[in-house]
């Protein structure tokens, strides 16, 4: 039963059952996740969706932070950096990924990290200063990090239970499987048992979210945000008696047979604790869709190959753009004509355009502003995008044409930031203090780095907001 093998597990999983390696993993990911919380948080959706909810009258207790909001703790440790719970995990969640800058699973294409963090945060702030049972109890670093690992195994192997074929009929999957994941993480903070967690993981999966009609819209971010919502609200009823189906997942009519056309998870969680699918987790250089990584690393060569020849970069030096893709490419990522930033990050055509004249593909090129430029238009219509099965999904060929006649040529065997080229420990600092000292700036951003790169060491991560 796969539902009761999942619950089984997570309820059983300790510290000591994690290696070093897995639990670095973790750590990487937990600090890159609030890199991107932070410095998402700077865009429009997280800050009409806070907006929204508390001008709406939403809302309880302030007990849970929203990691990207430009103030330092007062002397309580809480000043307007807090909200409720439920509130905290939705914005961590939508301003985590609205840059499309977050971790993904590849062989998913899941970005586990966003809605398991947010909502484990949120949870881990409320448990360090509740007033129930016995009252206030400090989360340590090894005990975040185990229920972190948790719910990414979970969100993990589920999905890889299913896909391709649930991606592939239009499911958001980072948000169909991230609320079991958040239910998982948080129930296990929680210390539920095995059978209020299988009541947890019910309640999760009926809530599922996110279809890919809204990628390149704020909705798409949206998921992830009510995703965490999702799974916090599960655990919490599950906590309190609420029931739901013990099968939720493997029953006749459960989320595996309802979402997907095939499924394997009884095999998958076979696996949990066996193949740790958080080692293959991968960081991106680039905010925007990772299947054009590729093209964007061939670009930016490109860029400054030319200017180091003596060349210049315009559409008047240029004919063509030619590129050679995994036909995954035009699949997600094929929009012509993206007429905002968050559309650009799903236009392969805009992807190799900035490449190409900025030599750069930071969130400042991927900005409503940077897409409608003139100068960004007509070199999008230069590019040229045939798909190749025989071109991995972490390769591009990329041909500039030239006016006299030259061309120059790149291919990208694998690009910066796959699992054959990961970013480094110095790209993933660099990466978290360009997006978050923008927002709060460099002196808070140290401070935030320090504390997220210690989390797993730790005596109470409810305290973690406040030391930057």
Not at 107 to 117: F, M, R
Not at 305 to 324: F, P, V, W
Not at 437 to 453: D, N
Request: with cysteine; glycine share 10%.
């Amino acid at each position: 039963m796969a539902t009761l093998a999942l619950a089984s597990w997570a309820t059983n999983l300790t510290y000591a059952n994690l290696t070093a390696p897995v639990v670095d993993a973790a750590v990487k990911s937990i600090y890159n996740w609030a890199g991107c919380a932070i410095g998402g948080f700077a865009q429009d959706a997280p800050q009409i969706a806070l907006n929204t909810t508390l001008t709406s009258g939403f809302g309880g207790p302030a007990t849970s932070s929203i990691l990207g909001l430009n103030s330092s703790s007062s002397d309580d440790g809480h000043g307007d950096a807090f909200t409720d719970a439920q509130i905290a995990a939705f914005i961590n969640g939508i301003a985590s990924h609205v840059d499309d800058y977050d971790d993904t699973h590849l062989a998913t294409v899941i970005h586990p990290s966003g809605v398991v963090a947010s909502a484990l945060l949120a949870m881990t702030e409320v448990v360090s200063q509740s007033t129930k049972d016995g009252g206030p109890r400090a989360v340590s670093g090894p005990e975040f990090v185990t229920a972190f690992i948790a719910g990414i195994e979970a969100e993990l192997h589920l999905g890889l239970s299913v896909y391709p074929e649930h991606y592939d009929v239009g499911w958001h999957i980072t948000s169909t499987t991230g609320s079991i994941g958040a239910a998982v993480a948080a129930g296990k903070l929680l210390g539920l048992d095995t059978e209020h967690l299988q009541q947890a993981i019910g309640i999760a999966s009926t809530q599922v979210i996110g279809m890919q009609a809204f990628f390149g819209s704020m909705t798409k971010s949206f998921h992830i945000g009510r995703a965490t919502q999702s799974g916090l609200l599960a655990v919490l009823l599950a906590q309190n008696g609420y029931t739901s189906s013990p099968t939720a997942l493997e029953d006749q009519y459960g989320w595996l047979h309802v979402v997907s056309t095939r499924e394997n998870a009884s095999a998958e969680f076979a696996e949990l604790g066996k193949t740790w699918e958080i080692e293959s987790n991968t960081f991106k250089p680039y905010p925007c869709g990772i299947v054009m990584h590729p093209t964007i690393d061939g670009c930016i060569q490109l860029n400054n190959q030319t200017i180091s020849s003596g060349k210049s970069i315009s559409t008047d030096s240029i004919t063509a753009i030619n590129l050679r893709v995994n036909p995954e490419v035009l699949v997600l990522t094929g929009q012509t004509d993206p007429q905002t930033g968050l559309a650009g990050k799903f236009s392969i055509y805009h992807a190799a355009a900035v490449g190409l004249l900025y030599g750069a593909a930071t969130p400042a090129q991927f900005t409503d502003q940077v897409v409608l430029n003139e100068t960004v238009v007509s070199m999008r219509k230069l590019v040229n995008v045939t798909t190749d099965d025989s071109v991995a999904e972490d390769q591009a060929y990329v041909t500039i044409d030239f006016s006299d006649g030259s061309t120059l040529e790149k291919f990208i065997e694998h690009a910066i930031g796959s699992l054959a080229n990961p970013l480094t420990v110095d790209d993933l600092k660099r990466k978290f203090m360009d997006q978050v000292s923008k927002q709060i700036g460099g002196e808070r951003a140290e401070k935030a780095y320090s504390a997220f790169t210690n989390i797993g060491n730790m005596t109470d991560v409810g305290t973690l907001r406040m030391q930057f």
